[in-house]
């Protein structure tokens, strides 16, 4: 896995909530704006915790109080400005960077439940008792970490990255639409309308629909040209395809180039017909 992906899963964490609310409070700081506050706070915070014995509870209820008032955004701010004070204490750029990156690509509520279900702080809490620098310590217990653990941090961090998860619905809305849209041209075409959600064989329907043979598909099997084969064929489908509904070049040209407002067009408009 590739080293910052490791970062953003631990160190990331760690730094956001270790270094803001913490390690602030050897930092002189002056509460005039809203991002002063938050410095304020997280120093008045810190003055309550055993800084030699820090456990995850502290942690999660430090960013938990702050996170109630205080945007990721803003934590991340803080870090920015004081990125220089935070390295003085061992910490990385790379390091301080990926826990910025979490803050402003995170939502609360992930945060909090990887902070509190898949950190080993104790671990790592135990390593810099031992003299070890934060960054020594996290990178210790990643080595430790299973790779299925580290796979799992992944996929979970990732799915909570605030544009990973818009994208992943905008995909599942344009997924559904194109059933539904080939569903209608598989019906007008007198086909199974249920071929649109059958995999391979809604691209045997394809074919069929287009007045291609649907053996065709095997070509796909044929080592190394197989797929360069395919591709001609799916090129030629569209313009097939645009004909079998009474069209001509240019709508071929525009199923192949801009296959989804075209398809809808068939699909939706009454006056095009399924000349078979």
């Known amino acids: 896995m590739d080293r910052k992906i490791k970062n953003i899963i631990k160190i990331g964490i760690l730094v956001l909530v270790y270094i803001i609310i913490i390690s602030l409070n050897n930092i002189s700081l002056c509460a005039t704006s809203k991002k002063n506050n938050i410095e304020s706070e997280a120093e008045k915070y810190a003055e309550g915790i055993d800084l030699n014995n820090i456990t995850k509870e502290d942690i999660l209820n430090a960013y938990e109080e702050f996170s109630q008032e205080y945007t990721n955004e803003e934590l991340a701010d803080v870090i920015d400005e004081y990125k ?47 003299g070890a620098t934060i960054n020594q310590a996290v990178r210790e217990s990643i080595q430790e970490t299973s790779t299925d653990k580290k796979i799992e941090l992944g996929i979970k961090v990732l799915l909570a990255n605030k544009i990973v998860r818009i994208s992943l619905i905008i995909c599942v809305i344009i997924f559904v639409y194109e059933i539904i849209v080939r569903w209608i041209i598989y019906k007008k075409a007198g086909r199974h309308g249920w071929a649109a959600i059958v995999p391979i064989y809604r691209q045997i329907t394809m074919y069929k629909v287009s007045g291609l043979s649907p053996w065709l598909i095997l070509l796909i099997l044929i080592p190394i040209i197989g797929a360069f084969i395919i591709a001609i064929i799916e090129i030629i489908q569209k313009f097939k395809l645009s004909k079998k509904f009474g069209k001509g070049v240019l709508f071929g040209f525009g199923l192949l180039f801009l296959q989804p407002i075209f398809e809808s067009i068939i699909a939706f408009s009454k006056k095009i017909k399924y000349k078979g």
């Open 84 to 130: 220089e004070e935070i390295k003085q204490q061992g910490i990385s750029e790379e390091t301080i960077n990926a826990g910025k990156e979490i803050l402003r690509t995170t939502d609360k509520e992930s945060v909090k439940e990887i902070i509190k279900n898949d950190i080993d702080f104790d671990k790592i809490q135990e390593k810099i008792n031992r």
